[in-house]
T-cell receptor, first 113, second 117 residues
Framework: DAKTTQPNSMESNEEEPVHLPCNHSTISGTDYIHWYRQLPSQGPEYVIHGLTSNVNNRMASLAIAEDRKSSTLILHRATLRDAAVYYCILRGGYGGSQGNLIFGKGTKLSVKP | NAGVTQTPKFRVLKTGQSMTLLCAQDMNHEYMYWYRQDPGMGLRLIHYSVGEGTTAKGEVPDGYNVSRLKKQNFLLGLESAAPSQTSVYFC????????????????FGPGTRLTVL
């Protein structure tokens, strides 16, 4: 799986939008971009994933650059509960892959009231 | 649905003791995984299973054994615990039809915090 680069930490104010960047310059054409987050003392949880087009769900939006070398996770209105470590992960997995997620260190998001 | 559950939540062992961590999922998932997470690090894969009766090694398998006798359960064993195995252990499961893993979602348990003295 290709490597991703994320800032170590970011801060946000409550009820403001947050844009979490991820660089993945070596992404292949079949890699999907996944985001997971890990709240304090909990297991990771799925947030969103996409291939080429921007994606929206109830938790967040994913904006993917046209060349796919970077993406941005957007939390539209940060809440205190959104304080977590956010992981950007690329997933290929066609045929023979063991299917595990390869976690980097992620971005630790702090939300101030 | 309970999702993915792990027992126990906490455990303290002495060096050389053995224990088994239990992971259970009620989503009829084929794939199950054991990860460990050390302070300030991302998760690393220990062992995984692509179906009942099958297991395989991941990135850091030494010192651990696993079994998947039933589809819903995945057990992680430490035969002779060492201080280097002090960590938080997470189990995960996913549906993962072969060839479609690029889009599957993994569901994680709440973790087991293990300390080996």
């Amino acid at each position: 799986d290709a490597k991703t680069t994320q800032p170590n930490s970011m801060e946000s104010n409550e009820e403001e939008p947050v844009h979490l960047p991820c660089n993945h310059s070596t992404i292949s054409g079949t890699d999907y971009i996944h985001w997971y987050r890990q709240l304090p003392s909990q297991g990771p949880e799925y947030v969103i994933h996409g291939l080429t087009s921007n994606v929206n769900n109830r938790m967040a939006s994913l904006a993917i650059a046209e060349d796919r070398k970077s993406s941005t996770l957007i939390l539209h209105r940060a809440t205190l509960r959104d304080a977590a470590v956010y992981y950007c992960i690329l997933r290929g997995g066609y045929g023979g892959s063991q299917g595990n997620l390869i976690f980097g260190k992620g971005t630790k998001l702090s939300v101030k009231p | 649905n309970a999702g993915v559950t792990q027992t126990p939540k906490f455990r303290v062992l002495k060096t050389g003791q053995s224990m088994t961590l239990l992971c259970a999922q009620d989503m009829n998932h084929e794939y199950m995984y054991w990860y460990r997470q050390d302070p300030g690090m991302g998760l690393r894969l220990i062992h995984y299973s692509v179906g009942e009766g099958t297991t395989a090694k991941g990135e850091v398998p030494d010192g651990y054994n696993v079994s998947r006798l039933k589809k819903q359960n995945f057990l992680l064993g430490l035969e002779s615990a060492a201080p280097s195995q002090t960590s938080v252990y997470f189990c995960a499961s996913s549906y993962s039809r072969r060839g479609r893993m690029s889009t599957d979602t993994q569901y994680f348990g709440p973790g087991t915090r293990l300390t080996v003295l």
